[in-house]
């Protein structure tokens, strides 16, 4: 019963376990499933999620809820704030990273003032400006670098490829708080705590630590060290806390991704269908094997930049998988909301395919 219920509560990681399973038996294990696993992601991802359970733990987040709530003082303005914080925070800390940091913001935000019913609409619109928000810049989304070193796109050219997407997001994001969460008054409890001042210090230097290593400033393996020794005298519980499956999850996806990418039908598939719509295409692709592998495997077969780039980028939107960084967020939300899987991924479905169909057929118009 308890290996039934550590599936249930982790779906998307047995579904990538299989995933992986499947196309290793026609891919079968070689040296060249090292290449597959991004190191530097992970390690990015187990780093973040520590310093932010620890943040958690001496009320860090919930202590920035309540500026949130005293200043924009409406649930309209609330989500909106939210949503913005993240949608910015993506473009330079990269969309993982924000969405690690700024959900569990979003948690406490509208838990404070007994607004859970704007639960899913706020994480699902956090999923999508981080995903969305990150493609303007070079360093905001994975692929975004890898096709930014590989093809050698100049920086104002990059910029300038994904401002109209970008604005459409914009718009689109801002539209939908509006719609769909009405200004209602929000209203604080009455519970007050002090923070420790030498441990948010601390911990402030080690989230500080874990950017450095997504800009490359650090090597992941400082804070592989540094974060968890620290961690290990001033929090064990934070250490404990992490959330281990969803780093499986992506050890799962990294392995079926990199697995697809090496099956010669589906890259003979792609290679005919790419000369028809490079950007219908990368779109599509992402739906199946992620944003990240899709540009991987797509740059193989194309030159046209340009709508590669904004494929895999405007592609983040649709299904679970179509970007690894949704996992966040899904984990995030059943982690509070148990038994509302289905619920939040009918909802999450309504939305991003929305926004995908809007940014896909504005950009096959004008590319």
Same mark, same amino acid.
């Given at each position: 019963m308890s290996i039934l219920k550590f599936a249930k509560n982790n779906i998307v990681m047995?579904?990538?376990?299989?995933?992986?399973?499947?196309?290793?038996? @026609?891919?079968?294990?070689?040296? #060249?499933?090292?290449?597959?696993?991004?190191?530097?992601?992970?390690?990015?991802? *187990?780093?973040?999620?520590?310093?932010?359970?620890? %943040?958690?733990? &001496?009320?860090?987040?919930?202590?920035?809820? +309540?500026?949130?709530?005293?200043?924009?003082?409406?649930?309209? =303005?609330?989500?909106?704030?939210?949503?913005? @914080? !993240?949608f910015i925070g993506s473009m330079f800390i990269a969309n993982d990273m924000a969405l690690l940091t700024f959900l569990p913001l979003g948690y406490i935000v509208l838990t404070s003032c007994g607004k859970e019913k704007y639960m899913a609409f706020t994480f699902i619109m956090q999923n999508i400006s981080a995903n969305l928000g990150g493609m303007l810049t070079p360093f905001g989304n994975p692929q975004n670098l890898y096709l930014y070193t590989v093809f050698k796109i100049p920086t104002a050219e990059f910029i300038k490829i994904m401002a109209l997407p970008f604005a459409l997001s914009v718009i689109l994001i801002t539209l939908c708080c509006i719609i769909f969460v009405k200004p209602e008054e929000l209203k604080l409890d009455k519970l007050r705590v002090n923070l420790e001042r030498r441990k948010t210090a601390l911990y402030m230097l080690l989230f500080a630590l874990s950017i450095a290593i997504v800009f490359r400033g650090v090597p992941y393996w400082i804070g592989l060290i540094v974060i968890p020794s620290v961690l290990y005298f001033t929090d064990k519980k934070a250490l404990m806390a992490v959330d281990y499956p969803l780093l499986l999850t992506f050890v799962f996806?990294?392995? *079926?991704?990199?697995?697809? #990418? +090496? @099956?010669?039908?589906? +890259?003979?598939? *792609?290679?005919? @269908?790419?000369?028809?719509?490079?950007? =219908?295409?990368?779109?599509?692709?992402?739906?199946? &094997?992620?944003?990240?592998?899709?540009?991987? %495997?797509?740059?193989?077969?194309?030159?046209?930049? +340009?709508?590669? =780039?904004?494929?895999?980028? &405007? #592609?983040?939107? #649709?299904?679970?998988?179509?970007? =690894?960084?949704?996992? &966040? !967020? *899904?984990?995030?939300?059943?982690?509070h909301n148990k038994g509302k899987a289905f619920y939040y991924i009918k909802m999450f479905s309504l939305f991003n395919f929305g926004f995908l169909a809007v940014l896909t057929g504005v950009m096959m118009l004008v590319m």
């Open positions: 047995v579904i990538a376990f299989f995933a992986a399973i499947v196309t290793s038996i @026609i891919v079968p294990p070689d040296k #060249g499933y090292l290449e597959y696993f991004d190191l530097k992601t992970l390690s990015c991802l *187990f780093c973040v999620l520590a310093v932010v359970c620890a %943040l958690k733990n &001496i009320f860090f987040f919930y202590m920035m809820a +309540r500026k949130v709530v005293e200043v924009f003082k409406n649930a309209r =303005l609330a989500v909106i704030a939210l949503v913005y @914080i !993240t996806f990294f392995i *079926f991704s990199g697995n697809m #990418g +090496r @099956i010669d039908v589906v +890259r003979d598939f *792609f290679s005919s @269908i790419l000369e028809k719509s490079t950007l =219908l295409v990368s779109v599509i692709s992402c739906q199946v &094997i992620s944003n990240v592998p899709s540009s991987i %495997l797509l740059s193989n077969f194309t030159e046209n930049y +340009r709508e590669l =780039l904004v494929g895999v980028n &405007i #592609g983040g939107a #649709g299904t679970l998988i179509a970007s =690894l960084a949704s996992l &966040i !967020t *899904f984990r995030e939300y059943v982690s």
